[in-house]
């Protein structure tokens, strides 16, 4: 059988669909490859909240998948772009500004639209024309002869600039550009995301040292933002009381900042001590603390001894400043307590109420007219775990008020 005859148009016809055969082909397995990259870096690059933890990855991958050797991330603050990461430069350069309207990257910024730049060092020019300055104090390529600086936004919002430089002329293509268009809002999102997660960290700790974790934990709350006022729990606790004593007379000796400070210093010595023995601060009352033990009285009663050891140094710290001594007292009770948020839908704060209170504050009260400076109830002495590791000292019975009857007081101390 003979091979079909083909005319010579018919040839070029067959020529032209192989050839766009071979086209279509060829952009598909661009488009593949395109697709692969951008899954690859979307996958890698969502996987973490942690700011640092992103910008390496994102180098890291920009290298692997495209081997850019230089690059950087700004972020938006407002009417600057700030060097937030930056690899392969030997300045990295991190903490570097640039104003939004200036230069490539500031242009880039300000116009929300790539840039592709080539030839640069026979383009300074034109750079400068288009940009303004064609020089910038950032961690570039002194030899940069291409550059892509792209901007990273999120809907309307911009989050920075990405830029990448190479000391090749055409370094970069208009595939390079294509999928980093495509690539950049995943990169947005994602920083976006780790930057906002970011504030939300920033904001719990703040609101930690308002609200303890320990008080929401006690409330069984993650977070402030969801307790409610009434949110409350019961439980038996040990309060600490501790107050300087005399603090009044001593204050009119300094100015307003001094006793501020003065105070300050104070607390900065006794609150770590709180926290290291199970406690939290519920609240600072002046220059009195008082403090809340969720755990055994006796973490109450480490904690008011260590502070008392703790007062010597402080005392000697504070004589070289012209100081004069002081001292405290502290009481510590055990008892039903009630935890909870109170006030209004305006004004809300958590706070602890409950007899345990009171008796604990009477208790650091009555250590005025007692030769001690810790004093603590029967309940807690009752409720040591370890109580032969203390000197424990009965002081009889003290009327407390708001008490019909008197309660059995005891000074402790460290058994020698």
């Known amino acids: 059988m003979s091979e079909p005859v083909f005319s010579t148009e018919i040839k070029q016809q067959m020529s032209e669909n192989q050839r766009q055969i071979d086209q279509l082909n060829e952009q598909l397995s661009r488009k593949t490859d395109e697709i692969k990259i951008i899954q690859t870096i979307s996958s890698e690059i969502l996987n973490t909240l942690d700011l640092e933890v992103l910008f390496g990855n994102i180098m890291a991958l920009m290298h692997e998948v495209f081997g850019f050797d230089y690059c950087m991330i700004l972020l938006n603050e407002g009417s600057l772009l700030r060097v937030a990461a930056s ?21 880039v910024a300000q116009r929300r ?13 034109y750079v400068q024309k288009v940009t303004g300055t064609d020089t910038e104090a950032l961690p570039t390529l002194e030899d940069a002869d291409s550059q892509i600086a792209i901007p990273l936004q999120v809907k309307d919002k911009l989050v920075g600039v990405y830029v990448v430089e190479s000391e090749k002329a055409n370094a970069f293509n208009a595939l390079d550009e294509e999928i980093l268009t495509i690539v950049s809002n995943q990169v947005a999102a994602a920083i976006d995301n780790a930057a906002a997660y ?22 069984q709350k993650e977070s402030i933002t969801e307790t409610e006022l009434n949110d409350q729990t019961e439980g038996k606790m040990t ?39 199970g406690g ?50 502290i009481g510590i009770h055990t008892g039903q307590l009630v935890a909870g948020i109170i006030g209004f839908a305006d004004r ?19 250590t005025k007219d007692l030769p001690v400076s810790l004093l603590v109830s029967e309940t807690v002495v009752e409720e040591l775990g ?7 000292d009965s002081l009889g019975e003290v009327e407390i008020k708001g008490k019909k009857e008197k309660l059995k007081v005891y000074g402790i101390a460290p058994r020698s």
Do not use: W
Not at 91 to 104: E, H, M, N, S, Y
Not at 113 to 125: A, P, Y
């Open 280 to 329: 939290f601060i519920d609240k600072y009352i002046g220059d009195a603390i008082m403090a809340i033990f969720p755990g055994s009285p006796q973490d109450a009663v480490a904690a008011g001894l260590k502070m008392e050891e703790s007062l010597q140094h402080f005392n000697q710290h504070t004589a070289t400043a012209g100081k004069p001594p002081i001292r405290i007292g």
């Open 386 to 392: 370890d109580a032969a590791k203390y000197a424990i």
């Open 348 to 366: 809300l704060e958590g706070t602890v109420i409950g007899d345990c209170v009171n008796t604990a504050s009477r208790l650091e009260g009555a």
């Open 198 to 219: 970011r504030e939300l960290q920033l904001l719990a700790e703040a609101n930690s040292r308002f609200v303890p974790r320990e008080f929401l934990r006690l409330l």
């Open 239 to 277: 309060v600490l009381f501790s107050d300087i004593r005399d603090f009044t007379p001593l204050s009119e000796s300094m100015t307003p900042a001094e006793a501020f400070a003065f105070v300050n210093d104070y607390l900065g010595t006794m609150a770590p001590i709180i926290r290291e023995h």
């Open 87 to 107: 690899h392969g430069h030997d300045d990295q350069g991190l903490g570097i500004t640039v104003p939004i309207g200036k230069g490539v990257v500031g242009t």
């Open 113 to 125: 639209k790539i840039m592709r730049m080539m030839g640069l060092r026979t383009r300074r020019r």
